[in-house]
């Protein structure tokens, strides 16, 4: 994840038990430095519009209220955005994605075999609600330009996974069936179009 320049990271210690993990932020030069921490495994970042970054703790399965959505500001100080309560129990975030308008979407994992698995949308406030549910291990979001959300299915109930295409309304289509097992997602952003010259008048005769 970038933002003005620097590279951001999560970084897993696969030594801690909890799977607590570092969040290391990487300047254009490549000038490593520690910008939080978290403490169980995280996997998706995104940014807000005021450059706020949001990690989602998938949590431990038998640690209660290990799940969360952290908030970071610019300096590196640390809030829960939203808990435990709101992905129910044995559920954790994984991916993360905001739309336009400042709407956090978040994938969910479930740590049972019947878990459900679902995309959350939540308002700027923390109030959340489901998007998208019946969906098998949804792993990595993405929005395009026009508002459109992508979403990578893992599929791993019902192999091969599917990247699914949501309207702003919760629609579904298929972008790309029969995937094998994809994971995050992102869009490469267009160059910007140079303005072109304007010419000068000629002056008068």
């Known amino acids: ?36 921490t978290l403490p169980f495994q995280s996997f998706g970042l995104a940014f807000d519009s005021v450059g706020d970054l949001f990690a989602a703790c998938a949590g431990i399965p038998d640690v209660a209220n290990s799940a969360a959505i952290y908030k970071f ?41 019947t878990g459900i698995h679902t995309i959350l949308k939540f308002a700027p406030n923390g109030v959340g609600s ?37 309207r ?6 298929d972008f790309a069936p029969e995937v094998d097992d994809p994971r995050f997602l992102t869009f490469q952003l267009l160059p910007t179009p140079r303005p072109r010259p304007t010419p000068h008048p000629r002056p008068s005769q």
């Not at 500001?73 to 559920?91: K, M």
């Open 168 to 173: 702003p309304d919760g629609s579904r289509t």
């Open 73 to 113: 500001t610019p300096d590196g100080t640390r809030s829960v955005f939203v808990g435990q309560i709101a992905f129910g129990d044995f559920n954790g975030p994984i991916g993360l994605a905001f739309d336009r308008f400042g709407n956090l979407f978040a994938s969910t994992e479930t740590a049972t075999p």
């Open 130 to 166: 489901p998007f998208a549910t019946d969906l098998d291990w949804p792993v990595g979001l993405a929005f395009d330009r026009s508002g459109i959300l992508f979403a990578a299915e893992r599929g791993l109930v019902a192999p091969p996974g599917t990247i699914y295409k949501f």
């Open 1 to 36: 994840m970038i933002a003005q320049g620097s590279l951001f990271v999560i970084a897993i210690d696969n030594t801690d038990l909890n799977l607590a993990s570092t969040i290391y932020k990487f300047t254009p030069g490549g000038v490593q430095s520690t910008f939080g």
